[in-house]
């Protein structure tokens, strides 16, 4: 049997300490927690930062690198630093070298890193060795060269080469969230499906059982199956929530692609253990002839300045997507003719914020609110580009009247200036596998002693 403790879905996202002392009790043989994913947008990727903040991730960090010694196991995280990049595993490497500086210890530390080298693809890219995915954009090779970032996210086989080190603990760059968890159970010989499948699930922590925000669960994998536990005397594993996992961040609720295979839990059978724990098994693992991993990249696409209005006249609350089209239509009339620009060169998007912001068209709720927000988003080729015409949209949004007949209205900004520079732009655009002809073709490992 292989025993697997999860602290948390995310370093950053915080973890019930009670409950990892419970797991480090259960005598694990490898503790794995992700540190990020795409969900929070192409910027991090793109700057090759964290979302999160470095104070909670040193502490967070501090209390599994305290874990990883009373257990005495190796410690990995996959996708460091939200993104995964180079640069985001050599951060999280400097934040491990100030906590062994203070704690006096001595590790051995294995970097997997991900990065690509743009022109490595270019290349790639001319040969047709890249495949692109369903809905993937289309690429160019001036568009790969524009990325800042490019990543390969590894499977199971490069986290297992950084755990053959003898490494205490491993950071990795960009992984599949289920790499770091099913490694070691596939290594030691047991079910390939059951290492995925259980990976899968406990690749959020507890969000696979009832008390989600406790963080903590241990994962057992053995020949047949695995079996989940849930850390947190709060927190239970049942049938259901176990199984609805699998239509986490999934398109498939069966089916799950990996680097060489694929997962097939169709014929998976769930069973309470007790009140706490769910046992699986039946999960297949169906290898596929060639080895893909997949590839993102991010880069600018433009600047950004972004204005919030506020309208509670119930006139204009109730008339709020008429008010904005003329605003839309009158400044970007005003923008191509005093900056001589043409309609491709910018964009001015509104936004209304508690009424269909979020679904647009497809928002089937008509309930009218007391107020709304409008969110001017303005982007341009240039920063100094976006504000100035950010600066145009400002009159338009504090004062421009339904129709021209009426008096002229004032509305209120929640601040001045109003504007808000995001500065650059960043949007995905890979979503493509390249074939290797070695699992560790496309990444590279370094050993570091502290």
Known sequence: MTRVLIPSGALGLGYDKAALERGIAAGPDIIAIDGGSTDSGPYYLGTGTSKYSRTSTKLEWQGLMEARRKAGVPLVIGTAGTCGADSAVDW?????????????ESLKIALLKCGKDAADLVTAFQENRLSPLEAAPEISADIIA???????????????????????????????????????????????GAAWHGAKVGECGALCATDPQTGVVLIDFDKSGFTVTPMAASSKATPETVSAHMLYENSDPFILYEPGGYLDVSEAKYTAVDDHSVRVT?????????????????MVAGYRVVSLALLRDPRYVENAENWCADIIQKCRSKVANRLG???????????????????????????????????????????ALAMEIAKMLNPYLLHHPLTPEEEQPTFAFPFSPPEMNIHKLYVFCMHHVLQLADPMEAFRLEVVEV
């Open 282 to 298: 039946g999960s297949k693992w169906v290898p596929d002839e060639r080895y893909c991993v997949k590839l993102e990249g991010a």
């Open 92 to 104: 999280l490497l400097e934040i491990t070298k100030e906590i062994a500086a203070e704690t006096g």
């Open 341 to 383: 620009l043409n309609p491709e060169d910018f964009e001015i998007e509104l936004r209304i914020i508690g009424k269909n912001a979020t679904l647009g068209t497809l928002e089937p709720s008509n309930t009218q609110a007391p107020e709304l927000g409008v969110l001017g988003i303005v982007t341009a080729q240039t920063e």
């Open 146 to 192: 524009g990325c800042t970032n490019i990543v390969a996210l590894a499977g199971a086989e490069q986290i297992l080469i950084a755990l053959n080190t003898g490494a205490d603990i491993v950071i990795a760059g960009r992984t599949t969230d289920t790499a770091i968890i099913s490694a070691l159970p596939i290594a030691r010989g047991e079910d390939v």
